[in-house]
């Protein structure tokens, strides 16, 4: 383990805590306390982790479906959902040639982690030598919230920690935990409060294991609700999220955010510009988000593959204290996997397809994309509602 070390921070001591030295002092001024942050064994690795992660014109592939939602994936182009067809589809995805030049981590369900690709190779070798990150699901899905307004919350906190060190054994190096917040549902300050502790308690658990925990607050986007709505309730949320992570001693180096850019509810007649969803999405994360935070990997919540780019491409314009990337699921993979069809002589052409996505989101990292060229089929929408991973 490593030593306990005294780590900056802009949190002061509490007032009682500074009084009380003051007392104990000869010296009549008040004098500040020295305090010390548990330092974990992984400290260090999980810093480079998420820095690595969060490297300049690169993002994040999230192919973390469960097995069920996977199949829904795979009807979609009339396969049985089989593990050969989830094997045959992921190998697809992780050996695209140069795919790591524009991702810098992969999340992978479990039965990913555990596999090997369809000529033998570990998936987790593949990334690798890709110089990917893998990471991994750990949550276990929304439930129910009793006593709420009709609201979830996400299980999977018992056994977390064996988990994670099995996992991180198995050579994944981060974490996903995803929990939902419902606008026309209240949101309850009871859900609210579910959602940031539970995030909290998971990331404090994956840092003590080795594990980067990306930070999942997803405003869903059903409704019909403006822009300023979504506003108002991800302050309230991402408030409460990095409360609860300090109180959580969660070390802010070493994880990764994965919110939902500010729009419109799905419903919402005024429809937003890139521009407009850059300017309330910067202004929340300058209001909420500590700079110590090295990367802020926004999920696509439905948008179309163009649209998710064009909004991100819109938040690269000026500099921005974080690394302002993606971590797309759909918006990386919905073309790819229409083309692929399921018949092995498309696999080449669906990994051009996966890598000219992954370019272009690469490109929107940098503030340098451009729309002029994009097929109508990657500008069609991919809203769900109520889904679920």
Not at 209 to 224: A, F, Q, R, S, W
Not at 359 to 386: C, H, P, R, T
Request: net charge neutral; with cysteine; charged share 20%.
């Amino acid at each position: 383990m490593a030593s306990a070390t005294l780590l900056k921070s802009s949190f002061l001591p509490k007032r009682s805590e500074w009084h009380a030295a003051a007392r104990k002092s000869s010296n009549p001024q008040p004098v500040a306390v020295s305090f010390t942050v548990r330092a974990g064994a992984y400290s260090d690795e999980l810093v480079k982790t998420a820095k690595t992660i969060a490297s300049p014109g690169r993002g994040i592939l999230a192919m973390d479906e469960s097995n069920a939602t996977c199949g829904k994936r795979l009807a979609s182009i009339g396969l049985e959902n089989t593990e050969a067809n989830r094997q045959a589809y992921r190998t697809l995805l992780v050996s695209a040639p140069g795919l790591g030049q524009y991702i810098s981590g992969a999340i992978l369900f479990e039965e990913t982690l555990y596999q090997s690709t369809t000529d033998g190779k570990k998936m987790v070798d593949v990334l690798v030598e890709q110089k990917i990150a893998p990471g991994i699901k750990v949550d276990k899905g929304l439930v129910p919230l009793t006593g709420s307004n009709d609201e979830s919350w996400c299980q999977g906190l018992d056994g977390l920690a064996s988990r994670c060190a099995a996992y991180y054994q198995q050579g994944a190096r981060f974490a996903k935990w995803r929990t939902v917040v419902s606008i026309p549902n209240g949101p309850s300050a009871l859900a609210v409060k579910e959602a940031a502790w539970g995030l909290a308690r998971y990331a404090a658990i994956a840092q003590d294991n080795g594990l980067v925990p990306i930070v999942e607050p997803e405003i869903l986007l059903d409704g019909e609700h403006g822009i300023d709505r979504t506003f108002e309730v991800a302050q309230k949320v991402w408030a409460e999220v990095f409360f609860y992570l300090a109180e959580n001693n969660v070390m802010f180096e070493g994880i990764l955010l994965k919110p939902s850019m500010v729009t419109p509810g799905a419903e919402c007649k005024e429809k937003a510009t890139p521009e407009q969803v850059a300017d309330y999405t910067l202004k929340l994360l300058h209001r909420r988000v500590p700079s110590a935070v090295p990367g802020i990997m926004f999920l696509s919540g439905g948008q179309s593959e163009v649209e998710a780019t064009l909004n991100l491409n819109a938040m690269n314009q000026s500099p921005n204290p974080w690394h302002v990337s993606f971590s797309y699921a759909r918006a990386l993979q919905n073309t790819c996997l229409k083309t692929w069809g399921g018949r092995p002589e498309n696999v080449k052409a669906a990994q051009d397809v996966l890598l000219v996505r992954a370019k272009a989101n690469s490109l929107a990292q940098l503030g340098k994309y451009s729309a002029e060229g994009e097929a109508a089929e990657a500008k069609e929408g991919m809203y769900v509602k109520n889904y679920s991973y």
